[in-house]
């Protein structure tokens, strides 16, 4: 069956400091990957998506993810961490046989003045 | 651009109470879907229409019933109310499989 794993329900970073949100996925196909942020009290708002045109897949917000198959990985970093960047961030993983999204649980990431 | 409309934005209802949840997308897409999440829970999946004329059963389908009026239109019902269904709604849309989700602002209930 397909997962979507997101380590840690929360990361705390200084502002300045590298952001990295894990997420690891399972899946006997080429996946359809998405990270999504929740801004407080607001919906899902699309950050990236891995189609299979490239590894390394540019966002909006100055993030960024890379797909590595052989570690079914879809990571996301960001060089330097603002405070605006306070947000829940999901993964997501396209179902195999359905149309419905599979969701990671969340990662709340913290920015620290 | 509107994308995706919830209303209302927020509902407060007693237990046993009944209400529909409106949703509507105007970017023409075939699938629409709604969620609920809830602390520490992330977003479950409650029904969804892959295309119009048709609905399927999420992960956490009781206590609740959707119509999928036309292409744009998604509710959900909640014939019943009850404590356990207070949660943060969402409804979602997508073009086809495989493409990204658009969301709502969302719907926060509660059920006294």
């Known amino acids: 069956a397909q997962s979507v794993t997101q380590l840690g329900s929360h990361v705390s970073v200084s502002e300045g400091a590298l952001v990295l949100l894990r997420c690891n996925y399972s899946?006997?196909?080429?996946?359809?990957l998405f990270w999504y942020v929740q801004y407080p009290n607001q919906g899902l708002q699309l950050l990236l998506k891995y189609t299979s045109a490239a590894t390394l897949v540019k966002g909006i917000n100055g993030f960024e993810a890379e797909f590595k198959k052989s570690e079914t990985s879809f990571h996301l970093t960001k060089p330097s961490a603002h405070m605006s960047d306070a947000a829940e961030y999901f993964c997501a993983i396209w179902g195999e046989s359905n149309y419905q999204l599979i969701w990671g649980a969340g990662t709340k990431l913290i920015i620290k003045p | 651009n509107a994308g995706v409309t919830q209303t209302p934005k927020f509902q407060v209802l007693k237990t046993g109470q009944s209400m529909t949840l409106q949703c509507a997308q105007d970017m023409n897409h075939n699938s629409m879907y709604w969620y609920r999440q809830d602390p520490g829970m992330g977003l479950r999946l409650i029904y969804y229409s892959a295309s119009e004329g048709t609905t399927d059963k999420g992960e956490v389908p009781n206590g609740y019933n959707v119509s999928r009026l036309n292409k744009r239109e998604f509710s959900l019902r909640l014939e019943s109310a009850a404590p356990s269904q207070t949660s943060v709604y969402f409804c979602?849309?997508?073009?086809?499989?495989?493409?990204?989700?658009?969301f709502g602002q969302g719907t926060r209930l509660t059920v006294v």
């Open positions: 979602a849309s997508s073009e086809q499989k495989g493409t990204e989700a658009f």
């Open positions: 899946s006997s196909v080429p996946p359809y």
